[in-house]
């Protein structure tokens, strides 16, 4: 006889090299998942009509897991999910690449949807992380929205 398959665990990196979308999107798909959706965030140029040469991304690791984990917890009691996977980078990041991955799959597609268009939007709000913006008008740490204070 078979023991029954435990789900697969949800997945939260905090990583320094750079995220690998298509690794992302193979460790949330599952064959009872209708639909794995995908966010991908990346270093913008020009940005508020400035060329940004890089972003330095500096973060709390552990403390951005934990909030992760919770952040799925919460949108794991709005939707069902089948598997989350987030990935944040830190360090030095040039123009167009990938800082912040959010993959969510589920039965069907709103669920998913939702789930990931929430996510982002707490994560933005809720990592402790810090960027410093570096372009051709010199650089400066970039404000954040969280509600923790004006210097996340």
Not at 118 to 140: C, D, Q, S
Request: hydrophobic fraction near 45%; proline fraction near 7%.
């Amino acid at each position: 006889m078979t023991a029954p398959r435990t789900p697969p665990q949800d997945l939260f990196l905090v990583v320094s090299e750079p995220i690998e979308p298509a690794t992302l999107l193979r460790e949330a798909a599952s064959p009872a998942s209708g639909a794995v959706v995908s966010f991908l965030g990346s270093v913008r140029s020009p940005n508020r009509g400035d060329v940004v040469h890089h972003i330095d991304y500096e973060g709390y690791g552990s403390m951005m897991v934990a909030e992760m984990e919770r952040l799925c917890a919460e949108a794991r009691a709005r939707h069902p999910l089948a598997r989350v996977v987030m990935a944040h980078r830190l360090g030095r990041l040039a123009a167009g690449e990938i800082s912040l991955a959010v993959v969510v799959s589920s039965a069907h597609r709103h669920a998913a949807l939702q789930a990931c268009a929430e996510m982002v939007e707490e994560l933005k709000a809720r990592l402790p992380v810090w960027k410093f913006e570096a372009g051709a008008a010199g650089g400066a740490f970039v404000p954040g929205r969280a509600d923790a204070g004006p210097t996340l």
